[in-house]
């Protein structure tokens, strides 16, 4: 139907998340229409991201260096660690302002159908972290839906025989829904309602 490169560059922009083919075509012919220099500025961000961004060796957030700014802050309380699916997450906790500890990112959520299984995430960092950081507190904060509730209760029966204190956020979200969608009032009184989780 187009040219190669624009067919191509249109498939491309189908394949990210949230673009179908009709906004793929409008993104393309945008940037086909933009000036040079504007095409290559988006294509260097995109090379930039790939070659200076990786994981946090410490909580699995994105970060430049060794550990992300988050576990580099000295001011953020060690002894609390919320622990998320996906480190846009943290973004989503971080707009409330209500919440100063640290954070672990799972990578995912429980899925059994999707082959996610407790191997697939980052618990087992999570277990040592207990160990080494003297951690009182977990906020489990998963997203409110199947996933999430099944990964939330499968931490719980882990943690709580390990004397570690378990919270879950409190419901103020709607089920079914992404962290990431949340608007910071609502996220921010389902952070300050949350509640312990028994074993």
Do not use: W
Request: glycine share 10%; with cysteine; proline share 5%.
């Amino acid at each position: 139907m187009f040219a190669l490169p624009i067919q191509e560059l249109v498939d491309e922009l189908g394949r990210l998340p949230g673009v179908g083919p009709r906004s793929a075509q409008r993104i393309a012919f945008y940037l086909l229409e933009a000036d040079r220099e504007s095409a290559l500025r988006l294509a260097q961000a995109i090379v930039e991201v790939k070659d200076r961004i990786r994981l946090c060796e410490r909580c699995f957030n994105v970060a430049e260096t060794e550990l992300c700014t988050i576990c580099s802050d000295s001011r953020r309380d060690r002894s609390v660690i919320c622990v998320v699916e996906d480190p846009r997450d943290i973004v989503a906790v971080e707009r409330t302002r209500e919440f100063h500890g640290t954070y672990h990112v799972l990578g995912g959520a429980l899925s059994p159908i999707d082959g996610v299984g407790p191997e697939q995430l980052r618990v087992r960092p999570l277990l040592v972290r207990l160990g080494v950081e003297g951690v009182v507190e977990v906020i489990l904060c998963t997203n409110p839906n199947l996933e999430g509730e099944a990964t939330a209760m499968y931490l719980a029966r882990l943690l709580v025989p390990l004397g570690v204190k378990v919270t879950r956020i409190a419901s103020g979200l709607p089920v079914g829904g992404d962290l990431e969608y949340a608007d910071e009032l609502t996220l921010g009184r389902a952070i300050e309602g949350r509640r312990e989780v028994s074993g």
